[in-house]
C-alpha cells in the first residue's frame, strides 16, 4: 500500500528496557571504546560511565517494527537520519519504558521520509526523546510536503579532528546490542541487496562520532554530550580509519565523519553542557 497522511500519528507498540553494567560496556565496546583511554566506559568497578548514545538502543527497540507497523509491504527502507536529546544522564543500569510514535511524512519525490519519535521515560520522568528518520525507497510521490532540508556542512577549517580505527569484529560486536541484521554480519545477505561486502550499522558510526565529539572536545565526559543529530550519508567498511571533523561555537559542535573522502554522516551537530 501506498504512505498516506493518515500514518501521522500512529503509535507503535511500547517496549520496556532494562540493562545493567554489562550491556553499557558491550555497547561501549561496539561502538570502539579502548582502554586505556576510555577505561572508565568499560570498567563496572567505578560504574561505568554510559555513554549518551546508548539510549538509541533503548529506542531502537521500540522503532524496530516500523516496516509491519505501517504495512510497507517490501518497500526498500533506509535509516536516513536520526537525533537524540538527552534530559538526564543514562546510569549503568535502569529501566526505560519507550513510547514511539510517526511524527511526520514527507514526499521527498521518488521516495519517501518516516519520521518516528521515541520517548524513553523512567519512574522520575523523561530521559530522552529521539526523532529517527527512515527513507521508504519508491513510495514517494503521493504530493506530500517535501519536509526540512538538510544542513550543509561547514567549508571552514575544523576545529578539531578525531582519527579512529573500524576494526573487522566491530559490526560483530555492535550487533549483540540488539540490532542482528544479516547485512552487518554476512556477506553472502550483503550481496544479495547490492552490497560490495558487510558494513558498519549507521547507529554504531553514530556513536563512533559521539565519542569523537566527547574525546576531542567535551574533555571525555560522557555526561556532558547532550545532544546530537545527523543524516545517514553512506555506509562504512569495515577494518579501515573513520575520521570526525569538528567544528565548535560555544556549547554547539557541529560534525562530519568521513572514511577517506567519502563522508558517512552529514549535517552533524551536537551540544556540550558545562566546560
Known amino acids: 500500500m501506498g504512505l498516506t497522511a493518515s500514518v501521522i500519528g500512529k503509535t507503535l507498540s511500547p517496549s520496556t528496557f532494562r540493562w545493567d553494567a554489562t550491556d553499557a560496556i558491550l555497547y561501549a565496546l561496539g561502538v570502539g571504546a579502548r582502554p586505556p583511554a576510555e577505561l572508565p ?12 548514545t546508548f539510549a538509541l538502543i533503548a529506542n531502537w527497540w521500540a522503532v524496530k517494527d516500523l516496516r509491519s507497523a505501517l504495512d510497507l509491504g517490501t518497500y526498500p527502507i533506509v535509516h536516513s537520519a536520526q537525533s537524540l536529546v538527552l534530559h538526564r544522564p543514562i546510569g549503568p543500569s535502569g529501566e526505560l ?3 514511539a510514535e510517526v511524527s511526520a511524512l514527507w514526499d521527498k519525490g521518488k521516495h519517501a521520509a518516516v519520521e518516528v519519535v521515541g520517548r524513553g521515560c523512567d ?13 521508504v525507497l519508491g513510495a514517494g510521490g503521493f504530493g506530500g510536503p517535501r519536509g526540512p532540508s538538510a544542513e550543509p556542512d561547514p567549508d571552514a577549517a575544523p576545529d578539531a579532528v578525531y582519527d579512529d580505527v573500524i576494526r573487522p569484529e566491530q559490526a560483530a560486536i555492535y550487533r549483540l546490542s540488539g540490532d542482528r541484521n544479516q547485512l552487518h554480519i554476512d556477506p553472502a545477505a550483503a550481496r544479495k541487496f547490492g552490497f560490495d561486502d558487510v558494513f ?29 543529530s545527523c543524516r545517514f ?12 571533523q569538528m567544528w565548535r561555537s560555544g556549547q554547539e559542535v557541529r560534525f562530519r565523519t568521513l572514511q577517506g573522502d567519502v563522508v558517512a554522516l552529514s549535517s552533524g551537530s551536537a551540544t556540550l553542557a558545562g566546560g
Open 97 to 99: 519504558s519507550v513510547q
Open 41 to 52: 566506559l568499560l570498567n563496572e568497578a567505578n560504574g561505568p560511565e554510559v555513554l549518551p
Open 123 to 135: 519512574a522520575q520522568g523523561t530521559v530522552f526523546v529521539a526523532r529517527s528518520q527512515t527513507m
Open 233 to 244: 550519508a553512506k555506509p562504512v567498511q569495515l577494518d579501515a580509519e573513520l575520521r570526525t
Open 200 to 228: 558498519l550499522h549507521g547507529l554504531c558510526t553514530l556513536g563512533f562520532a559521539a565519542r569523537a565529539v566527547i574525546n576531542a572536545i567535551g574533555g571525555g565526559a560522557p555526561q556532558r554530550l547532550t545532544s546530537l
